[in-house]
C-alpha cells in the first residue's frame, strides 16, 4: 500500500489501538460503504506501520514479518472479534472471505489461509480447525518484561560514528563539525566523571561565521543524533534584570520541567546572535548590551542558578544545578575585520575561505567583554557556502529542501536543471547561504499546496 498524505499518529498503548478498531467494526456491515470502510482501514493500517514495536507488540509484528494489507485485515479482524467476544475465538472461513472483500480479493486471502510458511501460521497466531481459523496467541498484551529492558538499556555513544552520522545532515563545514563534536563529547566525559565525585570546568563553544553557514543547524543536529535536550535562545531578545523584556534567566525554563532532584539533565542550549549584544549596542529598553553580557556571563560560569518561576500572585525563587548544560554562543560577526601583520582577514561579504583563525582578542576587540571570552575552551569559525556546498545541501537525501518538499506533498516530480541553477547562483549572490536556499525553494512549491490533492488531517 502507497504511503499516505495525511497526518498519522503513533500507537503507542494498547488502549489507542483498540479504541479505533472498535470504531472500525462498528462500520462493518451489510449497509456499510466501501470506500469509508477501506479508508478506515488504512488509516489503521498506516498507524500501525508508524508505531513502536517496543510498545505494542502487534505494531513490532507486522514490521518485523512484513505482512501485507491482506495478512493485516485477518489479523486485526480475527483479533477484534475475539476481544470483544461476539463469537468464540474461532471464525469461519466463508464469513471471514465475505467480509473481507473490500480489502483483498478473495484469492490473495485464500492464498494467505492456505500458506503454512505465513507468519500468521508459523508464529503460532492463526491455526485452522474444520474450516474455522483459530486465534491462538493475542498480540494485543503488552509484555511488562520487554517494556522494562528498553528502559534500561544504556547507549554507547562514539564521537567518529556521530561525527559520521552529522556529515549526513550537515554539508561542508568539516573542520567546524569536528571540533564542535569534541567539544561536546569533553563535556560529556566530565559529566560521566562527575558522577564518581570528580569536578571539571564546562567547556562551552563559541561560533562564529557569516548568515545562513549552519550555526544552529549543527548543533540542534547534533543533539538531535545525541537524543539531549536542546533549547536554541535569541541573545538579542534579552535584557538585564529590572528592564521591561526577558531575563537572561529565563532561557533555562524549557528546561525546569526535566530538573530531577534540582538538577538539570545533560543538555545543550545555543544561543544565537551573541554579536547583537557587543559593547556599544542598546537593547531595547535602554537597558546597555554591556550589562546583559554580564548576566550571560553569570550564567554561563555558573554552576548553580537561582531561577525565579512566575506565579499568578507573588514570585518564588529556586536554586538549580547546571553543571550538565552545556552552552554554545554563536553570532555572524560580519562587519568584524581583523588587521594581521600581511592582510586582513575575517568575514566580508563574500564566502571567502581563509585559514587564519579568528581568536578571543579579535572578539574582544568588536565589543565583547574578556571576562565572557574567557568562559569559552572552544572557538569554531564557519566559513562562507560555495556553490557546490549549496548544490549539496539542496538535493541532500536526508534533509535537503527537495527532500522535505517532495515528502510533504508525496511527488517524485524533478525541478528543471535550468531552474535549479537560478536558485544556486540567486543564493550566492544574496549571500544568505543555506537559509536563503530553503526560502527560495520555498517559493517554488508554494503554489502546489494551495491545489485541490494536498489534503491533510489535524
Known sequence: MGKTTKKQTKYTSRAQLLEDLFAWNDLFGPATKEEQYRESFQKIYARLLRSNGDKLPIAGFIQKNKLSQAEVWLLLRVSLLHLKRMLPSLYEIPALMKAGEVIASNRELVSILLDRKSALFTEGIFALVGGRVELKRNLFIIPTIQRKKVQTKKRVLNPQRVLAQLNKYVIGQDEAKKRVVAGVFEHLTKCARAKEGQRFNKNNIFISGPTGTGKSYMCECLAKILNLPFVHADASQYTQTGYVGMDVGDILRPLANEAKNGKLPISIVFIDEIDKIRQGSEQKGGAASTNVQAELLRLIESTFYRLESRLPIGKSVCKIDISQVL?????????????????????????????????????????????????FSYFVQLKGLK?????????NPYNGPLQQYKELLHTSTQVPCEVIE????????????????????????????????VQIEI
Not at 329 to 338: H, S
Open 387 to 395: 556553490k557546490d556546498e549549496l548544490r549539496k545541501i539542496l538535493f
Open 422 to 453: 537560478h536558485l544556486l547562483n540567486n543564493a550566492c549572490e544574496r549571500h544568505l547561504g543555506a537559509r536563503g536556499l530553503h526560502q527560495q525553494v520555498g517559493q517554488l512549491f508554494q503554489e502546489a499546496f494551495l491545489e485541490n490533492k
Open 327 to 375: 552552552f554554545i554562543v554563536g553570532g555572524a560577526f560580519e562587519n568584524l575585520q581583523v588587521k594581521h601583520a600581511d592582510k586582513a582577514v575575517g568575514f566580508t561579504t563574500e564566502p571567502v575561505a581563509t585559514n587564519r583563525i579568528l581568536t578571543a582578542d579579535d572578539y574582544i576587540s568588536y565589543g565583547m567583554m574578556p571576562e565572557l571570552m574567557g568562559r
